[in-house]
């Protein structure tokens, strides 16, 4: 299996524009999971799906980020407008819930954000 | 509210010594708890995943241990290498099996030859 795939790796961009970063989760996998992180606040959780249903979005830091899972095999992270505190690697990670071993999580290589 | 803390925050050995390193959270109602390494520039690495029921996992040269009732999981390392220089971050999953994650800061380890 390739894994948890995350596009783009890196990302350059001047404050104000849009972001849209992307995930592939691992095939078969029904929970998938955005993560931003930064030197301050370590790992810091989103929003997360299950069977493509947002479940819980209590981490999205406001209105300004959005993010989708249209079907199991892709989702999407947004942030329009974009500020230089949303610089930081935002991870996704899968896992499959109700599998063996139940809920292990798989992290993509992350996409790393810098807001200019 | 579910807190993991992870101490110390690093941590330096010489090679070939056995360490351990710890992880503690203040709600022991988990699901399960799960140990990742990440190399600097690179994603999170699942090591062990353990089940609330289970009291230990290992693969290879680690252990990792679980006392819900204490709250504290340990990350044991035997004869420590220089390539197992990196963060290392425990993680714990709340509200059953479709909760969520809440990690820990990790334990920056530095193994020198």
């Known amino acids: 299996d390739a894994g948890v795939i995350q596009s783009p790796r890196h990302e350059v961009t001047e404050m104000g524009q849009e972001v849209t970063l992307r995930c592939k989760p691992i095939?078969?996998?029904?929970?998938l999971f955005w993560y931003r992180q930064t030197m301050m606040r370590g790992l810091e959780l989103l929003i997360y799906f299950n069977n493509n249903v947002p479940i819980d979005d209590s981490g999205m830091p406001e209105d300004r980020f959005s993010a989708k899972m249209p079907n199991a095999s892709f989702s999407t992270l947004k942030i329009q407008p974009s500020e230089p505190r949303d610089s930081a690697v935002y991870f996704c990670?899968?896992?499959?819930?109700?599998?063996?071993?139940?809920?292990?999580?798989?992290f993509g290589e992350g996409s790393r954000l810098t807001v200019l | 509210k579910q807190e993991v803390t992870q101490i110390p925050a690093a941590l330096s050995v010489p090679e070939g010594e056995n360490l351990v390193l710890n992880c503690s959270f203040t709600?022991?109602?988990?699901?399960?708890l799960q140990w990742f390494r990440q190399d600097p520039g690179k994603g999170l690495t699942s090591l062990l995943l353990?089940?609330?029921?289970?009291r230990e996992q290992t693969s290879g040269r680690l252990n990792a241990s679980l006392d819900k009732s204490s709250g504290r999981s340990t990350l044991y390392i035997a004869a420590s290498q220089p390539g197992d220089s990196a963060t290392y971050l425990c993680?714990?999953?709340?509200?059953?099996?479709?909760?969520?994650?809440?990690f820990g800061k990790g334990t920056k380890l530095s193994v020198k030859p």
């Open positions: 990670a899968s896992s499959l819930v109700g599998g063996a071993p139940t809920g292990e999580l798989f």
């Open positions: 709600d022991s109602a988990i699901y399960n």
């Open positions: 353990i089940q609330s029921s289970q």
């Open positions: 993680a714990v999953r709340t509200g059953g099996s479709q909760g969520n994650l809440i």
């Open positions: 095939s078969g996998h029904n929970s």
